[in-house]
C-alpha cells in the first residue's frame, strides 16, 4: 500500500534542547569541525578572555584553548540539559559553563577580550540583543564574531528533508528563514550594534554519512528536526523518510554521503 503523508498538527519549530547526547549526534560533532574556523575568522590571542555565548555542548569552548593559550573561556547556554553535559566533559580549569540567557549576560561590562557565537543567534527572535550584550561585555579593542547556518542557501543536509516534507504537503512551509540568517543580515546588525571593521564571510565544512539510516537517524535526532519530524503522525514519518531515502541515494546503492554546510560568520571591533 503507498504511505500516505499527513502532517497533522506538527508542534511548532523553536529549539528546544531536550537530550545532549542527540545535540551530539545532530550538530556537535559537526560544529567542532566548524569551531576552529569561527575562532580564526574572529581572532584569538595567548592570554585572551574568552565568552561563548550558546556554547551548547561545548564545541567551540572546549576548541578554543586549542587554538591559543587562553587565559579564561566563559561558555554560558540557556539549556540546562547541554550546560550539565558540557560541565561533565570539561577537565580545564580555565574554562567555566553556566546556565543563562545570551540577552542578559551574567557579566560585567568589558570583562572579555572575545565574544563568538556559534549557530545561536538565529534561534532568537531579539537577536540584536545578545549581539547588544556581546558587543557590552567585550572590552575597546576586542571583537565579536558569530556563525549562523544558511539554512536557506547553504545546508542540503536539512534542505533534502524541509523541501521533501513541502512537496508532499503543500501547506507545510519549512522555517528555512530565521533570525539574522538572510544575506547581509549579520553585517547589518553589527553595525546597528556601534560595532566597527565588520566583516562577513562564508565558512564551509562537510558533514559526511555513513549511509540513510545514519543520515536519517542522526539528523532528526535533536532540535528543530526532531520536533518536526517526531510531532508528524507514524505513517506521515514513514512516507516523509521513504522519500528522503530516494533523495539520498540519488540513484545509486545507499552508502557514505558528504554534504556541504555553509554558515555566515561576521565579526567585529567594539570601538575605541
Ligand atoms: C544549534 S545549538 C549551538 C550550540 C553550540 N554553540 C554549537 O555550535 O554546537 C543552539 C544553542 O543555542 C542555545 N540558545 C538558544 N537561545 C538561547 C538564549 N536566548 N540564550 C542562551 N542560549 C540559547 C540553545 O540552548 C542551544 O544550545
Redesign the pocket.
Known sequence: MAATFDPGTAPAIT?K?RNAEA?ERV??QW?RR??PLLIRFGGLADGDRVV??????G??TFTAPQVANVAAVAG????EV?VAHARARNTDPRITIQQ????ALPFADAAFDRAF????LQ??PDAAR?VAEMRRVVRPGGTVAAAVWDAYGGMLRTRLIWDTAAMLDPAFEPPLFRSLSAPGELVTTWREAGLVDVEETDLVIRMEFADFDDYWTSSTAE?PMFQFVSGLPDSARAALAERVRRAYCANRPDGPRSFASVAWACRGRVPG
Open positions: 529549539f534542547a545535540y550538530m556537535g560544529s566548524l569551531a561563548d555565548v550558546g556554547c551548547g555542548t564545541s567551540l554560558i547556554d540557556q539549556a547541554y543563562a540567557d545570551a540577552r557565537s556559534m549557530l545561536v534561534f532568537i545578545a532540535g
